[in-house]
């Protein structure tokens, strides 16, 4: 048995996206009808991801790793404090950095994203994922109205690397600044993880809950907020679509998101 963890935006569905190509379900089927186990394995939080559980995966690992959850069991579940969030928000503020905040059942975004996003060019996943995500309105409420509730990760966008910096000074030794590709894109963006947790150490729990040893995972992804999970599992794919850093480090290169590559590659690693 292989356990299989999948990104979403820009692996499992366009960025942005919450309906996969037809070929990626069969494929997740098949498999699971195989014996093998197949996971989410994502940057979105629970609230966001919710309309891909009607696929059926065996698990998820939410908020780039700070929820974990197999069949019905929750393994692991860290927010960060109340202090962290108003000392990030204050100095990413202070340097006009746009941040959106997300709970497991809500996000949040300062009030002018919108404006900010439609002047980005199109390419990064992660872009890509939250200017759709603002235009068909899928629960990002405005950061005025934000009610305390734990959050776990804060995504950040930036017209400079150095408007990160004061927040790095302060919180750099707590949180991994997971800053996808700049130079392809213009944009800084990126996310702040706890370093209590990462997509890596999600696919360590599941695997030993399971008792499956991590050199039968296989983990598909496109960005660099995969980065982790891409360094622990057995096996790594990267999609065709993805960062050129990431393919550089991935065991293997798959066709784009549109283009089978889910399908494709399970067919290649003998999954289906």
């Known amino acids: 048995m292989k356990l299989v963890f999948v990104d979403i935006d820009g692996t499992l569905t366009p960025p942005g996206e919450n309906v996969p190509p037809e070929s990626a379900v069969r494929a997740i089927k098949k498999a699971q009808g195989n014996g093998h186990k197949v996971f989410l394995c994502t940057g979105r939080n629970m609230d966001m991801l919710k309309p891909l559980l009607t696929y059926g995966f065996d698990g998820v690992i939410a908020s780039a790793g700070g929820h974990v959850v197999c069949g019905d069991e929750v393994l692991f579940d860290c927010p960060m404090t109340a202090e962290q969030l108003d000392m990030a928000l204050t100095s990413l503020h202070r ?6 905040v997300e709970a497991a059942d809500g996000s949040w975004g300062d009030e002018n994203l919108d404006a900010f996003l439609k002047d980005q060019p199109e390419g990064n996943s992660e872009i890509e994922r939250w200017r759709k995500a603002l235009a068909s309105n899928l629960g990002i409420r405005p950061m005025s109205e934000y009610d305390g509730r734990p959050v776990y990760k804060v995504v950040v966008m930036a017209n400079r690397m150095s408007d990160l910096d004061e927040a790095k000074q302060q919180l750099e030794d707590q949180f991994n600044f997971a800053i996808q590709d700049v130079p392809a894109h213009g944009c800084v963006n990126g ?3 706890n370093r209590k947790f990462n997509k890596g150490q999600g696919v360590r729990q599941i695997a030993q809950h399971l008792n499956i040893p991590v050199s039968d995972t296989i983990g598909f ?4 907020n995969d980065l982790e999970m891409i360094q622990t599992v057995g096996l790594s794919v990267c999609m065709g679509n993805g960062s050129e850093t990431l393919k550089k480090i991935s065991d293997m290169v798959c066709e784009p998101v549109l283009e089978d590559g889910l399908e494709k590659a399970f067919r290649k690693l003998g999954l289906i």
């Open 191 to 193: 996310e702040l993880i």
């Open 221 to 224: 992804g496109d960005s660099m």
């Open 95 to 100: 340097h006009g950095v746009f941040c959106t």
